[in-house]
């Protein structure tokens, strides 16, 4: 059972920075293409960002790119999204998803296992 869990929310002001951390259990993160997803109040969830499990290629959405990186440490069995130069609208509940899979994709259906979620609020 694919098992995902989220952390490292919260409120920041605008310009500021957070690392959330998505800690996979349950199976090794190698051979899992990971996305992180978000959504915002009265909004559909959207793919933020994506890193491949065969070379570590990377998806990134044109609202955040230059801002957002993700990352992964196999060792940690953890992925990472750094986000710099918040703005007010990167809020949203971010999500961490897994796909047993090499490449990249923006469509939810397509992921067989979720977290619950990490709010982030960029507020001053």
């Known amino acids: 059972q694919l098992r995902l869990v989220e952390s490292g929310g919260g409120l920041v002001q605008p310009g500021g920075s957070l690392r959330l951390s998505c800690a996979a259990s349950?199976?090794?993160?190698?051979?899992?293409?990971i996305a992180w997803f978000r959504q915002a109040p009265g909004k559909e969830r959207e793919a933020v960002l994506c890193i491949s499990s065969s070379d570590n290629s990377t998806y990134s959405a044109d609202s955040v790119k230059g801002r957002f990186t993700i990352s992964r440490d196999n060792a940690k069995n953890t992925v990472y999204l750094q986000m710099n130069s918040l703005k007010p609208e990167d809020t949203a509940v971010y999500y961490c998803a897994a796909r047993w899979s090499t490449g990249c994709s923006k469509v939810e259906d397509e992921y067989n296992g979720w977290g619950r979620g990490t709010p982030v609020n960029v507020s001053s």
């Open positions: 349950g199976f090794t993160l190698d051979y899992y293409v």
